[in-house]
């Protein structure tokens, strides 16, 4: 018998809580430990489609990147998502920040991997992972291959003609990165989402900057997440939702 303690107790191995970053809410925010596992679906975000995907699988808990409750709650709307979670009792398991930096199955090594980037690297404290192309290639070009790689809907570029080889990322809202690592050598700067000053900075720095989604650069997680714990927890499902896929449209 599986119950929620030893799954946690598990993410704990590779995601410890106390990685997470000051401003975070991660860990089991809504449920019991003591609660008996046999399914589990897993998420970027908990929203009421996939509280519903939940109860017509029977999973009890949930497993998600984004924390369900992020400020401190001051009331409760029934149609709220942690409402409708205890109402059915679902328990929520958020694997947020700390998830990012995980050095094993985390979701910027994920991301690096799904760029087929050579010689990761992890910076400790930050929020930023470095690696390599097997070749250089226009930052252009690198873009195109990252929308395809991510199935991005639309990926944005700048310095698009500087040739590539040093690549950094973010996933997520990770621009406010960016900086960083143009001090650390990159010649690229991937994320999910960055502001107008992030843009013009790359062009005053001469490193490109790609921006990709923010779900888009972040649901690379999902996956490798579920096989991990389908191979340690042998007796529960563990389900990828389908409800959820990224809320923007380009038209």
Partial sequence: MTLIHDIVEFCEEFAPADTAASFDNVGLLIGSENKKVTKALLALDITKEVVDEAVNLGAELIISHHPVIFNPLKSMDSKSV??????????????????????????????????????????????????????????????????????????????????????????????????????????????????????????????????????ETEDIVINPLKEKLQRNFAEVEFVKSEALTSPLYFV
Avoid: W
């Avoid at 929520?92 to 995980?102: E, F, G, I, K, W």
């Fill in 82 to 215: 942690p409402y409708l979670l205890a109402q059915n009792s679902l328990s929520a398991l958020c694997l947020h920040t700390n998830l990012d930096v995980a050095i094993n199955t985390g979701v910027n090594l994920c991301l690096a991997n799904t760029l087929e980037l050579l010689n990761i690297t992890f910076y400790e404290g930050e929020f930023v992972v470095s690696g390599t192309l097997k070749e250089e290639v226009s930052a252009e070009a690198f873009a195109k291959f990252a929308k395809e790689k991510l199935g991005a809907k639309a990926v944005s570029c700048t310095v698009k003609d500087k040739l590539i080889k040093n690549v950094f990322l973010c996933s997520g809202a990770g621009g406010s990165e960016f900086m960083k690592a143009a001090r650390l050598g990159a010649d690229c700067f991937i994320t999910g989402e960055a502001h107008h000053h992030n843009y013009l900075e790359s062009i005053h720095e001469n490193v490109s900057l790609i921006v990709a989604g923010h779900f």
